[in-house]
């Protein structure tokens, strides 16, 4: 079983593209990630988005 499998639970939504320093916005790393496109800010803000949408 692969870790990406064994780690799903729920509405599944697919994988992050950065480490966990960059997942929580780790001081001294801003700005979206150059390989990966990642960031943290628009990560977070679709998440609170979809929750209001949903009346949480």
Not at 13 to 42: K, M, N, W, Y
């Amino acid at each position: 079983m692969s870790m990406v499998t064994s780690a799903k639970w729920g509405n599944f939504r697919g994988c992050i593209p950065a480490d966990h320093l960059r997942e929580v916005g780790q001081p001294g790393l801003s700005g979206p990630r150059s390989s990966t496109g990642f960031d943290h800010l628009s990560f977070y803000r679709s998440i609170a988005f979809d929750l209001a949408s949903q009346g949480f």
